[in-house]
């Protein structure tokens, strides 16, 4: 294995080995059945168009991988709502609708849950700007789950709540964001102790990522995480070493 490309892999399906060149033998648990797979830059990304250039290997021949995987896009039923930007979820019977509110001047927001015409919950999502405040809304098992930007004059941070519980706080996250269902189980990102690391169906990953761009709007969205249904695709730096990742369930 080359030093350009990572992959994490299940031993005895309770750790994993990840090889790196600033970090040359380090094991770190990973949830059995996922793959983690980094590939390192030779410098930032570039944007319009994105292109970025491997240190191993090119940027077509990485893509292709999983290219397949990456095309299941996960749909979201978005629309307005008395002109309110919304998503709806629904599993059987159960139908949510998530809903973007603001004062009258703009300098408050938040975001409502309502189940059929009832509201079940409510959190502050701070000014308005032209990030948009709901990042989505989903049903799996018994749980419902909402992700949230919170927007101040200076900084955007990502809120997860689970049934109405906010798992930033629960968790000690200091964020929470890129919530999606993989491999029909729960996944996002969080950061902790100022590093950035993952979570999947339970299990939190260290990761020890020092960025990773998300929430960005206009050009910059390009590096925005992309998901799909069984992996997410993203880009992160650690140290200053610059990263394509993709994460998964590939079988």
């Excluded at 080359?2 to 031993?11: C, K, Q, Y």
């Amino acid at each position: 294995m080359t030093p350009g490309r990572l992959l994490w892999t299940i031993v005895l399906a309770t750790s994993l080995l990840l090889t790196d060149a600033c970090n040359p033998a380090s094991v770190r648990p990973l949830p059995a059945g996922l793959t983690v797979e980094e590939h390192a830059l030779s410098e930032a990304p570039i944007l319009e168009p994105l292109t970025f250039q491997p240190v191993d290997g090119s940027m077509d021949a990485i893509l292709a991988r999983h290219a397949t995987e990456r095309s299941k896009v996960i749909p979201l039923i978005t629309m307005f709502l008395g002109g309110r930007f919304a998503i709806r979820t629904a599993a059987g019977s159960d139908v949510l609708t998530a809903a973007e509110n603001y004062g009258s001047d703009g300098s408050t927001g938040w975001v409502t849950v309502t189940r059929g015409d009832r509201e079940i919950y409510s959190i502050d999502t701070g000014m308005a700007s032209p990030v948009t405040a709901l990042r989505g809304l989903w049903l799996y098992d018994n749980h419902w789950v909402l992700e949230t930007a919170h927007i101040t004059h200076d900084s955007i941070g990502g809120q997860v709540s689970r049934d109405g519980e906010v798992l930033n706080d629960r968790n000690g996250y200091d964020e929470a964001f890129g919530f999606q269902l993989m491999h029909s189980r729960p996944f996002y990102f969080f950061k902790k102790d100022g590093k950035l690391g993952f979570s999947y169906d339970g299990q939190d990953v260290r990761a020890d990522y020092d960025e990773i761009p998300h929430y960005g709007c206009c050009s910059a969205s390009a590096l925005n995480a992309r998901q799909a249904e069984n992996m997410v695709a993203f880009f992160t730096r650690r140290h200053r070493t610059w990263y394509y990742v993709e994460v998964g369930v590939f079988r």
